[in-house]
């Protein structure tokens, strides 16, 4: 008796010593500068339990520990903290939490692992068996590295202590802030205990019940919905990743949070936040929007009140806009059943940023109006907040020789690290919408330049700009962290035209030998006579090719008004060809300027299935935005008809008979898209043929197979039509394709041809093997046509259904009946292994090749001796291998056979 109670109380003692009280917490850092850091150990302990933790000791990862002093609530001077350490704060619910503040100094770069462990968990969680016995450990990592710059972990500013109920939704959200702008995803983890061991019943279904998920961007935990009453202990593991030089992101470390829920049950329903946003906002504007939840209960009044009470609900906030500097202001509202709550925040350029801003309501009721001791219910609601920079203001382009200047006002960020420059050709009336950023792709601008500071405010463009062409261009200023402002409105100028213009490049005759060719120019808009005076003349060049660049000179023109020229006996039929004027001044004559090339619109046909597309190829300064189509009509006749109009540089002339010949030209419309230049530019093509032709293979039948009967050695394999859209189904019959297994290609040739029906049936044959089927038109009844055959269908593979059947009696006495012992039945062997033995276990007989099994057999002599065997039983033993179409295990068939000679 004196033992047990020693035992009593030393366990008594043990308990005291090592207090089951921790519930929740984490480990965050912040970085000071020179490899050093601040670390901080958050808990969450049960106020109740006896212990009274003054300081916790931090594993700093590189081999060293610190013993961190407790920091928050009031100074104490007890037995157990003797250094008038903090108390800790109280914060309700038998909850006190817990600061811990040390600062290290890391020797060299690497990835740390910083940890704590304390004696013990609280006792009864339910998903940690024995918690009570578990010490309590989490850990965050830390990296550093050079190249990703100095970083401090988010911080966590929603406690991880929170209430649920049975079969009702339960939702957690860390509020996890990043004040480096790294971005954050969100996974669930095992909760650890000693030395870092996870717990493997975090999650176990059997005693979690319904899963619990978390969103990996906004980080609200989900359980939907709790089935048992009890304490259960979550993890989450929070990651950082910053955005390197390349666009990538790499990941810098992670915290970890230990959260508690305590599940009960009730007789109540979370209130509701009704959705709002995402927003965008202009950094130096005010964003103003109202947040409103419902709460669904009601009841009679707890006495002495009267008549229908409803919950009280309390609206709140936490996320990233309430930690930086020019935070928003704080969310509070209160009322009955339901709660509007104001978010007010004026944005300043230091919370521009690439990633959006996250900021979770939180909507909390307490029903004690109309029932006591009632657990109180919460739901969350996580929108996300994009600060926008300005665009820049007041651009400007100013078209000078060679080059377009461009010039804009200081972007009204200044913490801005250049601009970049984007251009098209023409306008395209770009508006961004709320929170669409920079420039997209769909305007048509391209990337074409950047400046590299703030003040660096012009841009000089000569990139390959045409004559008479105008260029437009939106600025965007750009940040660090790649944000990227609102674009700039459009602003558009041309390049000062100091050369000739190309207006014509017109084919007036079709002929493979004698075509013309009509090419007009203007002179200069712009002469600089003082460098450049009179006397003014041109020359005249030609390339093979519509983007052809080996010019040959064909012809001189003396005076400034000789503009247009006729180009002979040229194979129009065939080729297009491409033009540039030289311009010249003074005597003797200097080059003075060169007009961009200009090419004539040259008319391609591609056969199609009764119809012809036609696409019209040219390489022109000038935008060719409409094609007049003409038909000849009929064919041979030289009489053309309008047939249509294309405003883009293909169209497809549908309706004809495959087989027939039909011949077009088409007229373009352009304009040079510089103010006050030519424009209403008329150039046929030339006159083009082309006969429409079925070149469109079917789509692959969807094929199955329906029967197999291993007894029979019978397959049936059916297929329909697909209904994917863009299908034409002109079938005329179908193909069916073999191979032995699943490796290498279908043989050339069908097994089955032309078969007309939907289905195949296989038998008195092997079935093992793969299929596919194809389906082939009707283009070979069509004039020149060729049948177009699919691809295949979806392989179908069967296996093999093997069998090896042998007599139980053979007679080899030379009588012409039954004179060897072989297999009355067999299929599907592809390999055989078969060995004879007689009752003294001597094999007489063996045959490693099922061809020559099958084939000779065994003629009854003694393979060692040669001799016939005598009359009596023998013993067999097969080791076989089935065809088949992947790789199968050997099979064994034993049995006897008796050997009479008489």
Known sequence: MKKHLLIYFLLLFYLKGYATHNRAGEITYRYLGNNKYEATITTYTKDSAPAFRCELDLNWGDGTTSTLDRVNGPPTNTSTCPGGERAGEFIGNDVRKNVYIGVHTYGTAGTYILSFEDMNRNAGVSNIPQSVNKPFYVQTTLTIAPGIGPNSSPILTNPPIDDGCLNRRFEHNPGAVDLDNDLLTYSLVLCREAGGATIPTTYDPNIVNAAV?????????????????????????????????????????????DLQVDINSCNNNPPVIQPVGPFCVEAGQNLNFQITAIDPDSGPALPPATGTAYDEVTMTAFGSPFEVIFPADSVYAFGLQNVTATFDWDTKCDHVRALPYQVTFRAED????????????????????????????????????????????????????????????????????????????????????????????????????????????????????????????????????????????????????????????????????????????????????????NFTEIGSFPAITDTFYTDPALNTQDLGYNYKVEFYSGNP?????????????????????????????????????????????????????????SFSNTYIDTGLINGDNYCYKSLSI????????????????????????????????????????????????????????????????????YKPSKDGDFPSQPMVSNITDFYLNISNQSVAGCYAITAVDDAGSDPNGEPNESMISDIICVEACPLIEFPNVFTPNGDGNNDFFTAIDYKDVAELKLQLFNRWGMMVYESNSPIDFFENGWDGSDMNTGQPCSDGVYYYVAHFTPTAITEVEEQVAKGFVHLFRN
């Open 213 to 257: 998920t978390i969103d990996s961007l906004d980080g609200t935990l989900i359980w939907d919905s709790p089935q048992n009453i009890g304490q259960y202990n979550f993890a989450i593991q929070i990651t950082e990743w910053r955005k390197t030089g390349t666009g990538e992101y790499r990941k810098i470390g992670y915290v970890t949070r």
């Open 366 to 549: 307490n029903p004690r109006l109309r029932v006591t001791n009632e657990t109180k219910l919460v739901d969350l609601y996580t929108t996300g907040i994009q600060v926008v920079a300005p665009s820049p203001k007041n651009p400007l382009a100013i078209g000078a020789k060679n080059a377009i200047n461009l010039s804009w006002d200081k972007s009204f960020c200044t913490d801005a690290i250049g601009y970049k420059i984007y251009r098209r050709e023409g306008t395209y009336g770009f508006v961004p919408g709320p929170c669409e950023t920079g420039v997209p792709a769909y305007t048509g601008y391209q990337l074409i330049g950047s400046t590299p500071h703030v003040d660096s405010l012009n841009y000089r463009d000569t990139t390959n700009l045409l004559n008479g062409v105008q260029y437009c261009y939106m600025v965007i200023a750009h940040f660090s962290d790649g944000a990227e402002s609102y674009a700039s409105v459009e602003f558009c100028s041309s390049k000062q035209v100091e050369s000739p213009l190309i207006t014509n490049v017109d084919i007036l005759n079709t002929d493979p030998q004698n075509g013309q060719v009509n090419i007009r120019w203007i002179a200069p808009p712009k002469i600089d006579s003082a460098t450049y005076p009179p006397p003014y003349s041109y020359k005249l060049f030609r390339a093979d090719q519509i983007d052809g660049a």
């Open 589 to 645: 004559a200097v080059l003075a300027s060169t007009s961009d090339p200009a090419s004539s619109v040259f008319l391609d046909i591609q056969p199609d299935d009764e119809s012809n597309i036609l696409r019209f190829r040219h390489f022109t300064p000038w935008q060719n935005d409409t094609f007049v189509v003409f038909r000849e009509n009929p064919t041979g006749s030289g009489i053309f008809d309008s047939l249509d109009i």
């Open 670 to 737: 352009g304009r040079y898209s510089a103010p006050k230049m030519p424009n209403n530019l008329l150039n046929n093509s030339q006159i083009a043929c082309g006969s429409p032709l079925d070149t469109n293979a079917p789509c692959p039948p969807v094929a199955q197979a329906d029967t197999i009967n291993c007894e029979g050695d019978e397959l049936r394999l059916s297929w329909s039509l697909s209904t994917d859209s863009g299908c034409v189904n002109d079938i005329t019959y179908f193909n069916v394709y």
